[in-house]
């Protein structure tokens, strides 16, 4: 007889992300024992933007749940999509990516990724100086 795995409940509490941004802890390995995902629900506050970042060897989908939310995406953050309540993103692994929510209402999303480790695959990157300029004076870090 095979041992038998017990499902696992988890009561949110609040972590800050390396890359920015207040993500309720769900399940990861951390949490739940988790051994190949992890989901997470991320509260980004109007007038903010996340840190450029990957996840390395990790692909992530994004469901935005309410709000909206700015993409910079791909080599260098050169590519750009606006995600709106409802939409999906998924991110393939190791894709540079950068949330910039400019919008006047916070921006909810709930993040799945491959990686069952809450924080180990985050890679930060550089912003570059052509984005820093276009984005003025957003608070770097809360989003």
């Known amino acids: 007889m095979r041992d038998q795995k017990q499902c696992t409940v988890v009561r949110t509490g609040e972590y800050e992300g390396v890359q920015g941004g207040t993500f309720g802890a769900g399940i990861s390995a951390q949490s739940a024992g988790a051994e190949r995902l992890c989901l997470h629900r991320l509260v980004m ?66 993040v799945a990724r491959t990686d069952p480790n809450e924080q180990e695959g985050v890679r930060l990157l550089e912003l570059p100086a052509w984005l820093e300029s276009q984005l003025g004076p957003l608070l770097v870090g809360a989003g």
């Open 45 to 110: 506050p109007a007038g903010t933007r996340g840190r450029p970042h990957l996840h390395e060897g990790h692909e992530s989908a994004i469901f935005v749940q309410s709000g909206t939310v700015e993409v910079w995406h791909g080599e260098g953050l050169a590519e750009h999509v606006v995600l709106h309540a409802g939409d999906y993103i998924h991110i393939p692994a190791d894709t540079p990516h950068m949330p910039v929510n400019s919008g006047t209402e916070d921006m909810v999303c709930v």
